[in-house]
Every structure is written in C-alpha cells, then in structure tokens.
C-alpha cells in the first residue's frame, strides 16, 4: 500500500476526527466527535444511525457533508471535495458477520489485505495475526468449517493484519451464542489493549459498552445525547433520553421545592437530592440496583425512606427484579402494571425479603439520584 | 428399431461430409468466448447500477432473446452490410464479414448474449454486498474485487450462462442464415446444413448431422453434471 502517512499538522491534533452528516429514510445522522487512541463504543439502539456512522467513516457511503480525518490524513472532505476511496483509508472493520470470503481459507483470507508485500512477508503477518487473535493452526480451514467464535477471531486477525490506522467494529458479539460472547469479549479487550489507535465499538448492549470502553458516545436517532467518559455518562446522564439508554428504569416528574429538595410527582414523594443544579430539572431518575430495600423502617423514617408494597416480582438467573408500589398496597385495587420503582436485588436479599409483611421500606440515597432535563 | 432405421441411412455409401459439425463446434466455441467476456463485462458493470442508463442498457442486451432471429439477422445484416455503418468501416479496410466464417460467430455471439448477461448479472446482484465492502476495506481495487471476490462467489451462476451461451449458439439457424447464409464448408453450421439437406432430400446427411447435433448435447450435459458434482465433491459452494 503506497499510502503516506500525511505528517500531523501543527496543533494538538486528535487521531480521529468525525463531523459528518448523512441523510437517512427516517431521520438525518448528524454527528461530530474525535476520538484518542483508545477504545470508544458507540451505544444506541438499533436504526440510530450506529453501523452508518461506521460505514461513512470506512468510505463505504458517502456522508452529505462533513469531514472525516485520521491520523491527520482528511479522508473525506465535503467542502474540498475530497473523498478517499475505501480501499485507501487504511481503516480494519469488523463486520457484523464477519464477512469472511467463504472461497478462501482463513489464511487466504488474512493475507488478502496484503497482497502488495512479498510472500515471506505476508507469512509473517499472517503467523503474527493468527498468534494474535489465538487461532493459529486454522489458517488451512475454510470459513465453514470453523466455530463463530474462530471466524470471529478470523475476521478481526484479517482486519488487524492490514495494521490499519483505526479498526471500526460494527456488533461484533451480537452474532454470537452467549457463551462464546465473554470469550470474545476477552478477546477484544486484548485485542485493545495491544492495539495503538482509535477503536470505535459499535453496540446496542449496555453492558458490552461499558466494559468494553471507558470513553462512550450515545447516538440517539442519528444525533450525539452523550460524549464522553462512560463513568460521567452512567453517573450523571445529561438527559432523560441517555438515562433511558444507559438502563435506567425509574423515573418521574420533578418539581423543584428549594436547592437540595424536589418533588417527585409521579411517585408522590419528596426527596432530598445530591445537585446544586436543581432549577432546571423536569425529571428525577434512579437505577434499580441503587434502590435499599429493607423489611422495616426506622423507628425515625431515614432521609429518602417510604414505606412501599410489592406488585410483583420477575427472577433472572442471579437477580430478582422486584416491582414497587409507593402508594398502598396490593395489585387488587391498582391493576398489575402499576407499580412506581423497579428495584434489582441478590438472590439472597429477596430470599431474607419476600416473607416479611408489608409494607417493605425502599430507600433512595441522595447521591444516587439524577436531575434530568427536560 | 428406429434407430436402426436412422443407422442404415446413415450407412456410408459415399463418406458424409462432416463440414457442419466442425464449422458448428468452431463457430459455438468461438462465439462463446465472445459472450463470455462481453456478457460478464456489461453484467459487472451493470453491478450496481441504478438510474435511467440501466434501462436503456438492459434493454439493448436482451433485444435479441425477445426479437425473432431473423430479425436479428437482418439488422446484423443492415449493420455489417455493403451499405452498413460498420459493413463500411470494414470494407474500407478490406474486409467483408457478410457471408463468411466470422459472420457465423458474430450472428450466434450476438443471438446467446442476452443469456450470458442475464445469468452473471443474476449471479452477481446474488453475492453478499458485504464479501465486496470487505475486500474494499483490506486495500482491494474494484477489478481486484471483481476477480478475486466477487467472480468467485458468482462462479455457478456464470458457468451455467456459458454453457447456456454456447448451448444457444450451437442451436442457431435464424440469424446465421441472414448474415451468413449457406455456404458448405465455409458457414454452414450444422442447423443449416440440415435444413438443407432435408430441403434437397438429402436424409442421410439430415440424419448424420442430426445424430452428431445429438452427441455433442449429450456430451455437454454430461459436462455440466460432472462439472456440477465435481464442485459438490470438493465441497465447494
């Protein structure tokens, strides 16, 4: 590949710049962020635009308008007219299902990106990839004739051997049965770790984003509701719509009574809160796994402690999601579905719990809660 | 017993004279070739391809599979004629296609394109965008993605519009007589040589050819199950 590596102009320059804007059937993707030589996952739920941003910045669409850069290379420049065809942007991507070339072995399929090196040269590669990515002594197979864990490791050794200037990876583990995923996410966090560039991860699971990247974007229908450090996003989100996309799943309507103190109108209750910034709150928002559950309250009811009854409960393989109504109890005389706060608790919790007569107290800490804007 | 029957008269009293068989075989592989390429070149760059231009394309490639044969003759026939935009051209350089060998090849090339065309493009449009997007990403030029991705995968489907292209050129009669009309030795394929022979009484010789037209079908169905079954032994796709 008889690419230049342009020399980085003056200025504190990231890796990859994206400023682009495509439009879509359904809405227009309009996105600008940078990214380090690190990790970023891209969360969102399916149809935000997540695998078209990838696209744009591969070359495989053309976005409207925009600019793409990568290691100070413009690769695509609307207003210079600039648009760096696919083939020469030097970037790995990881396809969803893995687009392996099922006429070649895994080998051939490696050293496919590098046909302009020598033979010797291309072995070496290939050994390195394969070394990499732990499947060496696969490379005479056939895509078919290899589990969908190895062809994912086929598939990202093939994009790593072109060492590409960013790798971009589009679901990689939506295609995988469950016990093959947290192999391959192992795989991928070394992969990572090794790995000397911007890695962009695109994903609708929360919890591959967040263990995957510590730098995270929310795309919500082909817009940015979050950039930044995955931590400050999960702790406080900037929106209603991030909150909901980071997996919270209690809210309400928020009136603010005096700095510290607003009224959560949907749950009937007023509720000291951590922010100075109450003013422009409309929502508050708490996660499940926050909530503290106890049989009884104090003799003296604790700061953000309400009596509370149980609607239903719903166990997953570790957990137990229980359903909670705050104002009186029983499904009788309020219908099944209503229930105010969804709380997440340990086996054992809701084993110590589920006995004792309500009302159960919930309590919801300060420093737990966030004021959302409108 | 009916093929006793054909078998007697096909008894050499005097040596049949096998021109046809040899002109028909030259002519099929010849034209072949030509569709093989020139279909595969307009059916990949159809690949796609949307938009007004693709109709007009489309359209032109499958005239002659709508068109009666002789219709297509005779337009090849205005085309390469003395008075012929390209019947010019060529006489100017010398050379006059009408009624000669090469007006055989062009005549079947052009009546068996349409199904090379349609079975590549087909074949084509069938293999998963993503192979191709794939190989862009690794540093691939368009023509290497053609030949080394997306031919690969297209293979079958192409195939069979060869060995349809050259079944179809084999068969053809209408257009060859217009453009190359029946010369014995030099263009009378076997199709024509038949239905002049018969025209003439001439039954041993119809039948001869007949028997000939039926070994070489035969023998090229036997080729595409072999060549079909051999892929499936060796497990490819």
New interface residues.
Partial sequence: ?ALTRASARAGPEMPLEVQIEKKLPEFTLDVAFTAGDEPLSVLGPSGSGKSMLLRCI???ERANRGRVALGGRTLFDSSEGIRV?????????L?Q?F?L???MTVGENIA??L??LSANEQQRRVAAVLERTHITGLEGRYPRQISGGEQQRAALA??LA?DPEAILLDEPLSALDTHLRSQMEAQLQETFAAYRGPALLVTHNIEEAYRLAEKMLVLSRGRVAAFGARDEIFRRPPSLEVARLTGCKNFSGARTVSPGIVDALDWGCRLRVDHEMTKLASHVGIRAHELQLTETGGAIPAENEFPCWLVRSSPTPFRVTVYLSLRGPGPEEKGAASFDLQAELTKEKWRHICDRPMPWHVRLPPESIFLLPG | MPLLVLLSYAAPRVPVDWSPLRISVETSIAATIVTFFAGLAAAAWRQGRRGPATAIVDGICLLPLVLPPTVVGFFLLLLFGRNGPLGKILLSLGASIVFSWPATVIAAAVVAFPLMYLSSRAALEQVDLRFLEAARTLGASEWRVFHAVALPLAWPGVLAGTILSFARALGEFGATLMLAGNIPGKTATIPIAIYFAVESDDMRHAIAWCLADVAISLVLLGGVYYGTHARVRAGRP
């Fill in positions: 590949m591969a070359g495989l065809p696919a083939r020469e942007r030097r970037v790995g991507m396809f299902h687009a070339f099922p006429h496919f990106g046909a302009e093939r994009a072109i």
